[in-house]
């Protein structure tokens, strides 16, 4: 099912970026294409061929961007490989993939929750999920390098 | 008639009941603390609220303010049962960073220990469950012979529970022969008990009657809610870790992926105990094949101090499916970002849709087979909405519909 992947790399939708050690392929993608990458992998590989293991979001607080990485497992072989997108940090803001991939609540929920992005169709967005109230009250997002916490 | 007055009734007012179940808000072993809010119609359960935020302890935040080496001490404080897991992770995602192996000794003993700690989870989860269900003397009984695992974890690590045995390039501390006797020995009695406890679960009508037919999760809304361990491959989907990836020394030693297609609590539950047995020949296999002449304790002061520049996703097969960390170091001697993505994230939070259509009483089943911390869920606070009057039920009060009972036939 791997080689599925390497057809979206053909098709534009998808750029290599190296690897994650050890041994995870990166790829980057526009984060105003989201939504059209999970659908093309529901279509090719099947409700049964993948499942999304997380979503990883890093401040890069020198380059004014959040990266977000989606990290999918391709099954059956169980390959896990990298989608990486990055977002504007002052106004981070991506598609939610919610209804596609239930699975994304956790992961999209909790990056709000804490680097601020917001996921545009998610319904379940909510402060807090994680952090105490008292810093939602000042609009802290503690996982943000300069929150002071 | 009487010395009695005739009322008439003209009209009947019903007062609708919400039940409210707090799962929650905090337990030691349960990394997201959390409450499960359950709305039930009659006994059958509508919705549920998945809430949390009641602890959030900021662990990657605190990673990121301490060294690389004081991070092995905190990620292994994130979850009390499987501490071993996330110190293996952890250390061997910045062993990737670092470029440095640890010998095959070492690789041999931290199997060793993290397949004790599945072990003594699987059979701690499967003894809840019996619990659970109303059967208080196999949950006493299940944990009695855990005892054994934790007395060999101890052998093992120096510790029955947080053990701290991990670190880069090797293992804390080493075993001899002695100790070695004293395990195998340990593992004869205890592998019998755990037979007799999957032949259990198999024939008891009590058992059987509570947990088949109840939560199932069809193979593609596994993959779709993105569930995990136990609970994915009770529905069919093989997936594991330590197949895959095949880290430390599980590319050497033989064991079996168990799959199961039954998809209810009950398969979740059997998944667990073929694997505790799968475990168990794992642990003899090392025990016997131990690598000898390499050392498995690393020189402390030897160790590198500087860390490169890099990132690196390591993947381990936690005793509840696939936990994550995601470290990044920007050259600094504190990671730049630790991601941790524990298996019940997506075990719990995600499977608010499986418990719809079951009654309340299959609520605690259908969560307890997802193999959450369960001490935190003892209470149960039924809301009058019309008079606002609150009382408190014990959860295992519910399990049992209102009484407590165990059958003398089925005491041990």
Redesign the interface.
Known sequence: MIEKIDELVNEGLLKEAGI???N?KLYEFNHERIREIFKQLLERLG????????I?G?DMLKDKKIRL?Y?V?V??????I?LRTYVDRDNPEINSILDL???A???E??IY??LGVVFKGNPALRR?????EELVEKGIY??RKDAR? | MQGCRAVAIDKVIEVPYALEIPVGPQHPALHEPLLLKAYADGEEVIKVEVHTGYNHRGIEKLAEKNSFYRDIFIVSRVCGICNGVHANCYVRAVEQILGIEPSPRAKYLRVLAMELERIHSHMLINAVMAEIIGFDSLFMNIMRDREYIMKSKEIVTGNRVSADYMIFGGVRRDLNSEKVDKLKKLLDRVIPRIKYYKKLFMEDETILKRLVDVGVVKPSEATLYGLLGPAARASGIKIDVRASDKYDAYGEIPFNVIVRNECDAWARMMVRWDEALESAEMVKYILDHLPQDEKAVPDERRLPRRFPPGEAYARVEAPRGELIYYVMSDGKPMPYRVKIRTPSVHNILNTAKFYIGYSIADLPVILTSWDPCISCMERLTIIDLKTGERRKVPMKELAGGGKKWVNPRYSL
């Open positions: 994650i050690k050890p995870r409700e049964k061929g993948f499942y999304l293991a997380t990883v890093t990485d990290y497992v099954l059956p072989e169980e390959i896990t990298v991939i239930p699975a609540l956790a992961p929920c909790e929750d804490l807090p999920f994680f952090v105490p503690p996982l916490v």
